[in-house]
């Protein structure tokens, strides 16, 4: 069976099906994003002084990312303005790059970003025990610079056991700089670039500890709506990539061969969907990684 | 809207971001005064036009070609 106006415009729409069906598949996804994004910030806004982490994520890390994402929109487009041309070699090689660029942004995503935080650890300390551990903390030093106080003391826990095994009463914990050494001043501010670790180690009492976690979705608000967004624009990622791979084997060939327009209007859908997927990073970074 | 619209308004907001950025690093240096924001910023201001060049380059070439309307 035919399927119709794959490549002429529909007369009541004046445009192709797929193209319809991109912008309202778009639309859905605005108000799933935008729902995501304003829960967001409402959290955020809503949490108490102190609460939310500023400055955590590695902002040279996310800023080459998004040089990716800006490149991968730029080859997609070439990739199409080259099969209305006519150029399947140049077609091939714009769209192969765009690939390599989508796969290196999620290898990033997956191998470094993401297992960083797997592999940290924090403990928010309970309101009655804050002064046994002022000296990781800096809470006196805070207050006098008007400066909300710190609850949670995070680095790299040495015994793993410890968080599921209820013998083991205490964590050991190779602390973060702004623990190790709370009262200097450069750790009242944010640093949005990866500091280096001390060799300083605390032992937490489990007795003191209101909540403890590895940084991963139920750690905190911020980690839970941090993994929510920049999974799901991964798998949007993921899911692009998979459209174009397809495009890019010999199938593509083979409808280029059969009917080019046709093959142009595939890479034009997808490309829509993936500067969208762009647009989307595009607010994510500076939520996330700057403000 | 066709691809060719949506690439030169995902540009546009590209490079309103690097400008952000670029903002944000002069911000940041105020502050922590440490050389890396400095760099960053000129790399940002860069990126920004290198951006702006593209958009233009790009909206041109595709209104020379007339292959894509």
Request: proline letters at 6%; one cysteine or more.
């Amino acid at each position: 069976m035919e399927i119709p106006y794959t490549v002429t415009a529909r007369p009541d729409t004046g445009l192709w099906n797929a193209k319809v069906g991109i912008w309202l598949f778009l639309a859905s996804e605005v108000m799933l994003f935008g729902g995501l994004f304003s829960s967001y910030v409402f959290l955020r806004l809503d949490a108490p002084p102190g609460a939310w982490p500023h400055g955590l994520l590695n902002v040279p890390v996310g800023t080459g990312n998004t040089a990716i994402l800006i490149l991968s929109s730029v080859t997609v487009v070439m990739a199409w303005a080259s099969l209305k041309m006519r150029q399947l070699t140049r077609y091939k090689v714009y769209m192969g790059i765009t690939i390599l660029c989508g796969i290196i942004f999620l290898a990033v995503k997956l191998a470094y970003e993401w297992p960083q935080k797997f592999d940290h650890f924090g403990a928010f300390i309970k309101q009655e025990a804050l002064e046994k551990y002022e000296p990781y903390l800096g809470n006196h030093h805070l207050a006098e610079r008007g400066l909300p106080p710190r609850t949670e003391i995070s680095g790299h826990l040495h015994n793993h056991e410890a968080l599921h095994d209820e013998t083991v009463k205490e964590y050991e914990v190779a602390l973060d700089p702004v623990n190790a050494d709370p009262t200097n001043p450069l750790m009242d501010r944010p640093h949005f670039l990866p500091l280096a670790h001390t060799d300083k180690i605390a032992t937490i009492d489990k007795a003191d500890v209101e909540y403890a976690n590895m940084f991963l979705p139920k750690h905190s608000t911020y980690f839970a709506t941090y993994f929510t967004i920049t999974g799901l624009h991964g798998m949007h990622v993921l899911g692009g990539v998979l459209v174009f791979t397809y495009l890019w084997l010999p199938v593509g060939t083979k409808l280029y061969k059969r009917n080019p327009e046709h093959l142009a209007n595939r890479v034009e859908v997808a490309g829509l969907f993936w500067h969208f997927v762009d647009l989307v990073w595009i607010f994510v970074f500076p939520l996330f990684y700057l403000l | 809207m066709t691809l060719k619209g949506f690439h030169i308004l995902f540009i546009t907001v590209s490079t309103l971001l690097a400008l952000g950025i670029g903002a944000w690093c002069l911000w940041i240096n105020s502050v922590e005064a440490a050389p890396v924001f400095r760099k960053g910023a000129i790399g940002a201001f860069v990126a920004a036009a290198v951006l702006v060049t593209y958009g233009v380059w790009f909206y041109r070439k595709m209104k020379r070609l007339r292959i894509i309307t």
